[in-house]
Every structure is written in structure tokens, then in C-alpha cells.
């Protein structure tokens, strides 16, 4: 039996880029190319562990077996809009600032209070966090 193929692939592709883009690695990573075929086709998908647990279900439709129960990409964008709206509301005022006493103090990584912060989270936690970050803000930018 032929299947048919329509812009709903290009749905199914889309949930693998922004899963890399999320995660800055690859789906399927150390599989050749038969081995990453042979995962689409049986229904494989990559991890959703360390997704932001909002945007998790978007990816889940996005790569769903059936073509039919994925979403058309204006659901996409109307979701990703309103999610980043969400995650990174616009200022309506100006920012507050705050004159720094001592400029030359340069806070490292290594200082006691940053080190006190790091150590009560997970660092790959954190790192997807702020990399999830950075890209809903670029991803603002789009819109």
C-alpha cells in the first residue's frame, strides 16, 4: 500500500528541528541513516525528559503517527506566540536601574555566592533552561 505525503511531513520535520534546536543536540544521535529511518518508521521518537513541560505536548502532536492528528502550522504559530508571550512577556515599563557601588568587582562563576547557586540546581537542568531561554527569544523575533 503507497502512502500519501502532504504538507503534514513537513509538520513531523518541523518537531525534530525545534526538539534539536531545544535540546542543541541531534535526535538519534550516533544512529546512521538506515537506523534513523528505521526509528521514524516504527514510531520512535527522541526524549522528551528535558523539554519545558508546556511546550512538550506541541512536539507530541507535531510527531504523532497518524499525519492526520498532527497540527497545521498556523495552530503552530498561534501556539509557539502565545507560549512565548507567556515565557517572555513585552516590558511595559522600563526596566529598573541600579547603580553599581563597586564596578570593578567582577562576579565569577567561581564566587561564593554563585557557586552556592549553582550547586542547589541541576546544572543540565539549568543549561536546557537558559538555552530553552535564549532560543524562545530569538524565536520572538520571528514573530
Known amino acids: ?43 520512535l521518537r527522541p526524549s522528551i525528559d528535558n523539554i519545558p513541560k508546556d511546550i512538550a505536548p506541541l512536539l507530541q502532536s507535531c510527531w504523532a503517527e497518524d499525519p492526520s492528528d498532527r497540527p497545521e502550522f498556523i495552530q503552530i504559530t498561534d501556539f509557539l506566540s502565545n507560549f512565548l508571550h507567556f515565557m517572555c512577556p513585552p516590558q511595559t515599563t522600563p526596566p529598573k536601574l541600579f547603580e553599581v557601588e563597586h564596578p570593578k568587582i567582577i562576579i565569577t562563576e567561581d564566587s561564593p555566592g554563585t557557586v552556592h547557586l549553582t550547586n542547589k540546581c541541576d546544572k543540565n537542568k539549568w543549561r536546557t533552561k537558559s538555552r530553552c531561554r535564549r532560543f524562545l527569544h530569538c524565536l520572538g523575533d520571528c514573530f
Open 1 to 43: 500500500m503507497k502512502k500519501h505525503y502532504n504538507h503534514k511531513v513537513d509538520v513531523y520535520s518541523f518537531s525534530m528541528v525545534l526538539w534539536e534546536l531545544l535540546m542543541n543536540k541531534t535526535p538519534f544521535k550516533g544512529r546512521n541513516n538506515v537506523m534513523v529511518a528505521y526509528a521514524a518508521a516504527t514510531n
